[in-house]
């Protein structure tokens, strides 16, 4: 487990066991330290189901995304309930057979 912060400054990333590593390139920095290039500037549009650019979207019934096709990533989605304002509780993260990402969500906040 670890805790990632991505800001206009660059990026951060504590571990479990508390180590903490800094750049100024956020996907570098997953990079260097997953030795696997993930994409940590476009998570927050793609957890969200939202697009950084040409991608394909499928909704399931309710409307939400079910699943984001960009970049050569297939994002999918589960929902806690059939509320079509739910949001994701896991985000299912795919780049061809390299890399396989799930991100289970246990709170969402607002951003102040």
Known sequence: MAEIN???GGGR???ADGQLRESADADALMEEVTGQPLPVRQLPNWLLGRSGGA???TSDSAGRPARLSEAGWQIDY???DDNPGALPKLVSLRRDDEIDLRLR???WRAAP
Do not use: N, S
Request: glycine letters at 6%; a negative charge.
């Open 105 to 107: 969500i246990e709170e």
């Open 13 to 15: 990333l504590r571990t």
């Open 6 to 8: 991505v800001g206009p």
């Open 78 to 80: 589960a929902y806690p």
């Open 55 to 57: 991608a394909m979207v």
